[in-house]
């Protein structure tokens, strides 16, 4: 068997080896005569997989590597009688954690306290609902907004866009589908951003044309959002005008955590022993986390008390000026850079690696840092 797969897939070549021939490659380059000879076709996001990358090659078995699917073309693969797999929740936590982090920052940085302010999760599947659940842990009023969710009768208590639209904050976890139903291209144009209400915190992770940019920019000064990107419309290449004046952008980095890779890679790993009927020999280890134990007696606020936890678990002002080098380049040189900055992306390690020491009686602390999968350790 040979496989094409993605260099930047974590672990690929150890994962995958016993399946055969592996080929790694970036993603932008692979192309439909490196496919010729391949039977199997691993990618992450920045592959488009559909009809002119795949017609006349041999792949059988499709697998991505990430939980978004808007660069398959499934109805292809299907027709074409090619087994496809993704790896939908790999990197939930880690996605999740990166809005937390980012919203602890400002926060923190502007004196805010989180408890009863209202936040607006639109799409509450894998991420959303753990952001779901770290949001009611900070006493934050939720407001869910999620159609296909509500039509299937899969929870309840969800409201409208237009609804959750009016919070102090609005997240956003949703697919790119760019018609039907469900549309979410653009699902945050013109009209819907002038509806948001002024001094809003804004935060996409999902995917960077859920939000029309150039509205985006044309409105974020006169409007006085709070913006956080982790995702840009027309990647690799970026809006530097827009990067200028979000408080906080990183370079599709949010599920970057090694446990949010790793698990990619398993899934899919698991999915190919099933389709091979392979023996699914293969479990990654990862490596320990040194200095994994938090002191946060020096700390303040509640607020402030979180962001310096998280803080020393993620510095998200790193990926930030690492994602402002771009400005004063040129457009070539942004597109290598964005792309750079994931291939190179630094170890971030998940929360449920590290032990917070702390008072037993900060019962407020402590609820809290359960919710978000944090060990406790009390002072005597």
Same mark, same amino acid.
């Given at each position: 068997?040979?496989?094409?797969?993605?260099?930047?897939?974590?672990?690929?070549?150890?994962?995958?080896?016993?399946?055969?021939?592996?080929?790694?490659?970036?993603?932008?380059?692979?192309?439909?005569?490196?496919?010729?000879?391949?039977?199997?076709?691993?990618?992450?996001?920045?592959?488009?997989?559909?009809?002119?990358?795949?017609?006349?090659?041999?792949?059988?078995?499709?697998?991505?590597?990430?939980?978004?699917?808007?660069?398959?073309?499934?109805?292809?693969?299907?027709?074409?009688?090619?087994?496809?797999?993704?790896?939908?929740?790999?990197?939930?936590?880690?996605?999740?954690?990166?809005?937390?982090?980012?919203?602890?920052?400002?926060?923190?940085?502007?004196?805010?306290?989180?408890?009863?302010?209202?936040?607006?999760?639109?799409?509450?599947?894998?991420?959303?609902?753990?952001?779901?659940?770290?949001?009611?842990?900070?006493?934050?009023?939720?407001?869910?907004?999620?159609?296909?969710?509500?039509?299937?009768?899969?929870?309840?208590?969800?409201?409208?866009?237009?609804?959750?639209?009016?919070?102090?904050?609005?997240?956003?976890?949703?697919?790119?589908?760019?018609?039907?139903?469900?549309?979410?291209?653009?699902?945050?144009? $013109?009209?819907?951003?002038? #509806?948001? !209400?002024?001094?809003?915190?804004?935060? =996409?992770? *999902? +995917?960077? &044309?859920?939000? /029309? @940019?150039?509205?985006?920019?044309?409105?974020?000064?006169?409007?006085?959002?709070?913006?956080?990107?982790?995702?840009?419309?027309?990647?690799?290449?970026?809006?530097?005008?827009?990067?200028?004046?979000?408080?906080?952008?990183?370079?599709?980095?949010?599920?970057?955590?090694?446990?949010?890779?790793?698990?990619?890679?398993?899934?899919?790993?698991?999915?190919?022993?099933?389709?091979?009927?392979?023996?699914?020999?293969?479990?990654?280890?990862?490596?320990?986390?040194?200095?994994?134990?938090?002191?946060?007696?020096?700390?303040?606020?509640?607020?402030?008390?979180?962001?310096?936890?998280?803080?020393?678990?993620?510095?998200? $002002?790193?990926?930030?000026? #690492?994602? !402002?080098?771009?400005?004063?380049?040129? =457009?070539? *040189? +942004?597109? &290598?850079?964005? /792309? @750079?900055?994931?291939?190179?992306?630094?170890?971030?390690?998940?929360?449920?690696?590290?032990?917070?020491?702390?008072?037993?009686?900060?019962?407020?602390?402590?609820?809290?840092?359960?919710?978000?999968?944090?060990?406790?350790?009390?002072?005597?």
């Amino acid at each position: 068997m040979k496989l094409v797969v993605d260099e930047n897939i974590t672990f690929a070549e150890e994962a995958f080896s016993q399946f055969g021939d592996v080929l790694l490659i970036s993603g932008r380059q692979i192309t439909n005569d490196i496919l010729h000879h391949a039977d199997a076709l691993i990618v992450r996001s920045i592959t488009n997989v559909d009809e002119n990358l795949l017609q006349n090659t041999n792949i059988k078995f499709v697998g991505t590597a990430t939980i978004g699917t808007d660069h398959i073309d499934t109805i292809y693969l299907n027709e074409n009688n090619m087994v496809f797999a993704d790896a939908m929740g790999c990197n939930a936590d880690s996605v999740a954690e990166y809005v937390f982090t980012a919203l602890l920052k400002i926060a923190a940085d502007n004196k805010l306290t989180l408890k009863n302010k209202s936040i607006g999760i639109i799409g509450v599947g894998n991420v959303g609902r753990r952001v779901l659940k770290y949001a009611e842990a900070l006493g934050l009023k939720v407001y869910k907004n999620d159609p296909p969710k509500q039509r299937a009768g899969e929870g309840n208590n969800y409201v409208s866009l237009e609804e959750a639209l009016q919070a102090d904050i609005i997240t956003l976890h949703v697919p790119l589908n760019k018609t039907g139903i469900d549309k979410t291209f653009h699902l945050l144009d $013109e009209k819907k951003l002038n #509806e948001i !209400r002024n001094n809003t915190i804004i935060i =996409n992770s *999902s +995917r960077g &044309a859920v939000i /029309d @940019n150039k509205a985006l920019l044309n409105i974020v000064d006169k409007k006085c959002f709070k913006v956080i990107l982790d995702v840009w419309e027309g990647e690799p290449s970026v809006n530097t005008d827009l990067l200028q004046k979000v408080i906080i952008g990183s370079a599709h980095i949010s599920g970057y955590s090694l446990e949010g890779k790793v698990n990619g890679t398993k899934m899919i790993y698991d999915a190919l022993c099933r389709f091979t009927n392979q023996p699914n020999d293969w479990e990654p280890k990862l490596p320990s986390v040194e200095n994994n134990i938090i002191d946060v007696s020096s700390a303040k606020i509640f607020e402030e008390k979180l962001h310096f936890i998280f803080k020393h678990i993620y510095n998200i $002002e790193t990926d930030d000026s #690492e994602m !402002r080098e771009m400005i004063e380049m040129d =457009n070539d *040189s +942004r597109a &290598a850079h964005f /792309d @750079n900055l994931r291939k190179e992306y630094h170890l971030r390690r998940e929360f449920n690696n590290y032990t917070i020491l702390t008072d037993k009686n900060d019962k407020e602390l402590i609820g809290v840092l359960q919710n978000f999968r944090f060990n406790l350790k009390f002072r005597k």
